[in-house]
């Protein structure tokens, strides 16, 4: 079937504002990527604007990875990305599968309560008060708790465990196992692409946690990384803020510019590394559960 002169026009249409939104959408984060490896001296001289530079350098880097206030914003993203995701996988895998089974009474109740809490959102002072009354302000544990679980997410998992035969169970109860060894044993290795999948979600989260943080860590060195980033960003002038981001931009003999591309590189960089390995999991988890035969 031969195409029309206006199909082919329309269709080169199509291509060329394709292009042009890939080059506006890929362009910054390649100047970014550039700036951050861009020699210092090379910097200055080009007034900044570098598309290619002729001299890589790793320095901004070295520079970033050696300052105590980024290395401990660093450690203290990586534990929220790892325990917090951790726990917050168990609580809503768990959570889910009991409200899956039938049997369980006052499922209802608690499947109303879940779907308040949707529809609802308490706003700001509620969790700050619980927090601050459990001494949790300054604790690393405050980025966690709060944010544990979600009903959203737990109403998804739940329909994904929906479609879980019940004939295992019963299989697993035939041979002695009680719900605990039934959940471990038999439902998570079968959920292995949905927890994939809310896994990247929550580590996603946690990585990106900022507006916790400023609510309740007023120590500047139990900082996530985002919100160090953010003061790196703005250049703040608190005296909190301003201290960190002389502590990061003073005596380095490096542009404060190439600092910041390469704070954000590092920023960005795990959640980049971490998504490939999930992939294939995440196009099969998102997707359980949705239709049920």
């Not at 971490?274 to 992939?279: A, K, M, R, T």
Request: with cysteine; charged share 10%.
């Amino acid at each position: 079937m031969r195409e029309s002169l206006g199909d082919r026009f329309f269709n080169w249409i199509n291509i060329t504002i394709l292009a042009l939104v890939c080059v506006v959408t890929i362009f910054p984060l390649y100047y970014v990527f550039v700036i951050s490896f861009t020699d210092p001296i090379e910097y200055a001289q080009k007034q900044g604007f570098v598309v290619f530079p002729e001299h890589w350098t790793i320095r901004s880097y070295e520079y970033l990875l050696s300052t105590p206030s980024f290395k401990n914003a660093t450690w203290v993203s990586l534990f929220l990305s790892t325990v917090g995701t951790g726990l917050s996988l168990i609580v809503t895998a768990a959570l889910a599968y009991g409200l899956s089974r039938k049997r369980l009474q006052g499922r209802k109740a608690f499947l109303v309560l879940i779907l308040f809490t949707i529809l609802f959102n308490p706003g700001i002072i509620p969790p700050y008060l619980l927090v601050r009354d459990l001494g949790l302000i300054n604790s690393v544990w405050s980025l966690i708790f709060p944010i544990l679980t979600s009903g959203w997410y737990v109403l998804l998992m739940k329909s994904f465990f929906d479609s879980i035969p019940v004939e295992l169970e019963e299989a697993g109860m035939i041979d002695g196992c009680n719900d605990a060894a039934i959940f471990c044993r038999i439902i998570l290795p079968l959920s292995l692409p949905a927890l994939a999948a809310f896994g990247l979600f929550y580590a996603v989260s946690y990585w990106n946690t900022f507006f916790n943080a400023v609510l309740y860590i007023n120590d500047y060195t139990k900082w996530p990384l985002q919100l160090v980033l953010r003061n790196m960003l703005i250049e703040s002038s608190t005296a909190v803020g301003g201290a960190v981001a002389a502590e990061m931009m003073s005596e380095a003999q490096i542009p404060a510019q190439t600092l910041k591309m390469a704070a954000v590189v590092i920023a960005t960089f795990p959640i980049l590394l971490v998504y490939p390995f999930l992939q294939k999991h995440f196009n099969k988890g998102v997707m359980l559960g949705s239709v049920k035969g």
